[in-house]
């Protein structure tokens, strides 16, 4: 009896000691699958905004964009987490914009590279480099923030001919947005847009 209940001891004790893993996250963005894993066991709270259906000024191109990104904890959250972690959590910002135009576009990496530079265009110590995303080319690039000293980073990449998909992160580099570019991924369901 004695040596059963050590045992249930040790195996609790042990549950009690293991991190907590961080878990892949699986979005449905509409017609779009969204898979990733930051690495981090942070909690998040990845909210997925309704979709935005609009058009050029001129009118001759029509889009949807969908929208995920993280929510900001509330008091309770934080608390509970920084128990959990021993630490505060982290409060950087994330979010994934994939946008389907109704037309054919430039699949380059030249269109990537020149939103991506126009994002970081009020950041200095820029840097822009191609990077292959989710099987597929594209333009990761960062800069830092004159007012807060953060870097944020900028990825972007064509999915299709009609869709492109771009990533925003304030998370450090090998603490989040890293491991998000290595893993995400992205499918279109059979559903229509």
Same mark, same amino acid.
């Given at each position: #009896?004695? $040596?059963?209940? &050590? *045992?249930?001891? &040790?195996?609790?004790?042990?549950?009690? *000691?293991?991190?907590?893993?961080? $878990?892949? /996250?699986?979005?449905? %963005?509409?017609? @779009?699958?969204?898979? %990733? !894993? #930051?690495?981090? !066991?942070?909690? #998040?709270?990845?909210?997925?905004? /309704?979709? *935005?259906?609009? /058009?050029? #000024? !001129?009118?001759?191109?029509? @889009?949807?964009? @969908?929208?995920a990104d993280v929510a900001i904890l509330t008091e309770s959250q934080f608390v509970s987490e920084s128990k959990r972690l021993g630490h505060a959590p982290d409060s950087n910002y994330a979010a994934i914009y994939v946008t389907h135009y109704n037309t054919t576009q430039n699949l380059s990496a030249t269109g990537t590279r020149k939103a991506v530079e126009a994002a970081l265009s009020n950041y200095i110590d820029r840097s822009v480099n191609e990077r292959t995303i989710d099987g597929r080319p594209g333009t990761i690039g960062s800069g830092t923030s004159t007012s807060t000293s953060n870097t944020m980073y900028v990825a972007g990449w064509w999915m299709d001919n009609n869709t492109d998909v771009y990533v925003v992160s304030l998370h450090p580099w090998d603490e989040g947005t890293l491991s998000l570019l290595k893993t995400i991924h992205i499918e279109k369901s059979n559903a229509t847009t």
């Open positions: #009896m004695k $040596e059963n209940c &050590l *045992i249930i001891i &040790l195996i609790m004790s042990f549950a009690l *000691i293991v991190p907590t893993i961080a $878990e892949q /996250e699986n979005l449905a %963005f509409g017609p @779009y699958k969204v898979s %990733f !894993d #930051m690495g981090i !066991d942070d909690l #998040m709270d990845w909210v997925v905004h /309704e979709p *935005i259906n609009s /058009e050029s #000024m !001129d009118g001759s191109l029509t @889009y949807t964009q @969908y929208i």
